[in-house]
RNA sequence: GGCCCCAUGGUCAAGAGGUUAAGACAUCGCCCUUUCACGGCGGUAACGGGAGUUCAAUUCUCCCUGGGGUCACCA
């Protein structure tokens, strides 16, 4: 085999989404596997649709998520430029080297012939009109300026066939088909056009893109079989789903890698999760650093069938990456989302330790963390819990540790530790009961970044001593 | 509507003619922990329907149903 080439092809139109990374990992991961390059190719042929810094955000987006292109618009290896605008003039000489060949013609209908094509579904496929033109008609039109488009050549009968690497094999019958549009009347190659001869210019051995391609393949395999080019291999993945009808799309704000990464994700987590929504290594791993994904990375083990994307198992799986954060670079990472008001007040370095393995992302640390700066009635059977079933128990021992703790003055976590020991000893309260209900009556809510001890010391005294009085009388009422 | 593609628990998914139909997330229960969480153990839960082929179909074929894609001077 050929070297290995593959691509990855995103038009700059906004955020990058999931769905849309995930082609770009698999491209990746499948042509680092074999040994191959992956090229960054920019499709911006589509000007109405160029949205400004969607260039800079595919940049950022494939650096944070690790992926590395080998080829791209800043590292050209001699099949640039790596974008299609700037290639403009190169696709025309190729559209009239196959309008020579007759895999193509010009076209001169305008939209109003086009319209009356229409069939009662609303549906219309071209008629060929053009194609019937003499050559000295086409020249003088062209001549006068008439304003006109490149259509393929479509054979009335047959069919074209090609095997996907994932869907087998698949065929299309040409009748199907229309004669698309390979050039645009402003210039412009279309994505149909632009691809295959980008493609094949720029080596590319494997084509991996989404499944809408599917079916139109065949139709790009004939203008490869026209200019005489040797066919890519395909292989063609099945997109990531909403739910079960919609697709994931631009449209659902949340899909898209900035707003998981400005939520907390780790973006090791993030494209470990994508890369297993649609694909399976053998030995069934989960958590996977991205050599190991090159290494295990297989055909095999993609999907054939759609699968519906779960946030909360991404979130699991971004949980077990923070955990094995080291306790420093967790401090580093989530101080960002510790609230400011209160971070002068609190700090931080205490708490982000025991917040660690309680945060599935980052963003957590917001709400885990409420409970610093809000404190205020709350409902007192929140006390209640299979291991402490009395709330007569609970009132006894916030009255006791308030007494306690009044009296002590070393204030740590070992000291409140023994201090509320032994206050539960003298009372006749479980250890158990006594610190639970502390814990709580502290912070007034049923989970917690840590202990009793923990909280009372990051609280500091007087208002571990303020919250156990409001809790007292809360326990009273 | 034509054409292309898909179909295992709620979700991601192994399995490729004979399996007690894996595993993970979620969920539920138990245990651990001087406390919630973390962690450990366990439970509930699936082959869309109908015909074939076969001694035997979740697995192969066909039909139905359901879903997705495509039919643009968008990619």
Same mark, same amino acid.
């Given at each position: 085999?050929?070297?290995?080439?593959?691509?990855?092809?995103?038009?700059?139109?906004?955020?990058?989404?999931?769905?849309?990374?995930?082609?770009?990992?698999?491209?990746?991961?499948? &042509?680092?596997?074999?040994?191959?390059?992956?090229?960054?190719?920019?499709?911006?042929?589509?000007?109405?649709?160029?949205?400004?810094?969607?260039?800079?955000?595919?940049? /950022? $987006?494939? %650096?944070?998520?690790?992926?590395?292109?080998?080829?791209?618009?800043?590292?050209?290896?001699?099949?640039?430029?790596?974008?299609?605008?700037?290639?403009?003039?190169?696709?025309?000489?190729?559209?009239?080297?196959?309008?020579?060949?007759?895999?193509?013609?010009?076209?001169?209908?305008?939209?109003?012939?086009?319209?009356?094509?229409?069939?009662?579904?609303?549906?219309?496929?071209?008629?060929?009109?053009?194609?019937?033109?003499?050559?000295?008609?086409?020249?003088?039109?062209?001549?006068?300026?008439?304003?006109?488009?490149?259509?393929?050549?479509?054979?009335?009968?047959?069919?074209?066939?090609?095997?996907?690497?994932?869907?087998?094999?698949? $065929?299309?019958?040409?009748?199907?088909?229309?004669?698309?549009?390979?050039?645009?009347?402003?210039?412009?190659?279309?994505? /149909?056009?632009?691809?295959?001869?980008?493609?094949?210019?720029?080596?590319?051995?494997?084509?991996?893109?989404?499944?809408?391609?599917?079916?139109?393949?065949?139709?790009?395999?004939?203008?490869?079989?026209?200019?005489? @080019?040797?066919?890519?291999?395909?292989?063609?993945?099945?997109?990531?789903? %909403?739910? *079960?009808?919609?697709?994931?799309? %631009?449209?659902?704000?949340?899909?898209?890698?900035?707003?998981?990464?400005?939520?907390?994700?780790?973006?090791?987590?993030?494209?470990?999760?994508?890369?297993?929504?649609?694909?399976?290594?053998?030995?069934?791993?989960?958590?996977?650093?991205?050599?190991?994904?090159?290494?295990?990375?297989?055909?095999?083990?993609?999907?054939?069938?759609?699968?519906?994307?779960?946030?909360?198992?991404?979130? @699991?799986? /971004?949980?077990?990456?923070?955990?094995?954060?080291?306790?420093?670079?967790?401090?580093?990472?989530?101080?960002?989302?510790?609230?400011?008001?209160?971070?002068?007040?609190?700090?931080?370095?205490?708490?982000?330790?025991?917040?660690?393995?309680?945060?599935?992302?980052?963003?957590?640390? *917001?709400?885990?963390?409420?409970?610093?700066?809000?404190?205020?009635?709350?409902?007192?059977?929140?006390?209640? $819990?299979?291991?402490?079933?009395?709330?007569?128990?609970?009132?006894?021992?916030?009255?006791?540790?308030?007494? &306690?703790?009044?009296?002590?003055?070393?204030?740590?976590?070992?000291?409140?530790?023994?201090?509320?020991? &032994?206050?539960?000893?003298?009372?006749?309260?479980?250890?158990?009961?006594?610190?639970?209900?502390?814990?709580?009556?502290?912070?007034?809510?049923?989970?917690?970044?840590?202990?009793?001890? *923990?909280?009372?010391?990051?609280?500091?005294?007087?208002? $571990?001593?303020?919250?156990?009085?409001?809790?007292?009388?809360?326990?009273?009422?």
């Amino acid at each position: 085999m050929d070297k290995v080439r593959t691509r990855f092809a995103p038009s700059p139109t906004g955020f990058m989404h999931i769905g849309n990374l995930r082609t770009g990992l698999y491209a990746y991961l499948f &042509a680092k596997k074999n040994g191959g390059d992956f090229v960054l190719r920019i499709e911006d042929t589509d000007q109405a649709r160029y949205v400004d810094g969607a260039v800079q955000v595919i940049y /950022n $987006t494939l %650096k944070t998520a690790g992926i590395d292109y080998d080829e791209g618009p800043d590292k050209d290896k001699g099949f640039g430029p790596y974008i299609q605008s700037e290639r403009k003039s190169l696709y025309l000489k190729y559209a009239m080297e196959l309008v020579e060949r007759g895999g193509a013609y010009y076209c001169f209908c305008d939209k109003e012939r086009l319209d009356s094509l229409a069939d009662s579904n609303g549906v219309r496929k071209y008629d060929k009109h053009c194609l019937r033109l003499s050559k000295a008609e086409i020249e003088d039109r062209l001549k006068s300026g008439q304003s006109y488009v490149i259509r393929q050549n479509i054979p009335a009968e047959g069919e074209g066939s090609y095997v996907d690497m994932v869907y087998g094999k698949v $065929t299309v019958p040409y009748h199907d088909m229309e004669d698309c549009i390979l050039i645009k009347s402003d210039g412009m190659p279309t994505y /149909n056009f632009a691809n295959v001869v980008d493609d094949h210019l720029m080596q590319i051995s494997h084509v991996i893109r989404g499944n809408e391609y599917l079916s139109s393949t065949p139709q790009y395999n004939l203008l490869y079989d026209s200019f005489g @080019w040797e066919r890519p291999t395909y292989m063609h993945l099945a997109p990531i789903m %909403k739910d *079960e009808t919609r697709k994931l799309s %631009k449209r659902y704000g949340d899909a898209n890698f900035e707003d998981f990464i400005q939520k907390g994700y780790l973006p090791e987590a993030i494209v470990n999760y994508i890369a297993l929504l649609g694909w399976c290594p053998k030995d069934n791993r989960e958590k996977m650093t991205m050599s190991e994904m090159i290494e295990a990375f297989d055909v095999d083990g993609i999907s054939i069938s759609s699968s519906i994307f779960d946030e909360v198992k991404m979130k @699991w799986l /971004n949980g077990e990456y923070i955990k094995e954060l080291s306790d420093e670079k967790f401090y580093e990472l989530s101080l960002p989302y510790f609230k400011k008001g209160i971070s002068s007040k609190y700090d931080y370095r205490k708490i982000a330790p025991l917040l660690k393995t309680r945060v599935d992302i980052l963003s957590d640390v *917001e709400h885990k963390t409420d409970f610093l700066a809000q404190f205020g009635e709350y409902d007192k059977n929140i006390f209640i $819990t299979k291991r402490m079933p009395d709330l007569a128990i609970a009132n006894a021992s916030v009255s006791a540790a308030l007494i &306690a703790l009044k009296n002590l003055d070393d204030w740590s976590v070992d000291s409140i530790r023994d201090c509320l020991s &032994a206050c539960a000893e003298a009372h006749g309260i479980k250890n158990g009961h006594m610190v639970s209900n502390v814990r709580v009556a502290i912070t007034g809510t049923e989970v917690t970044p840590g202990g009793a001890f *923990e909280m009372a010391d990051i609280l500091g005294k007087e208002e $571990t001593i303020k919250r156990l009085e409001f809790s007292k009388s809360l326990l009273e009422k």
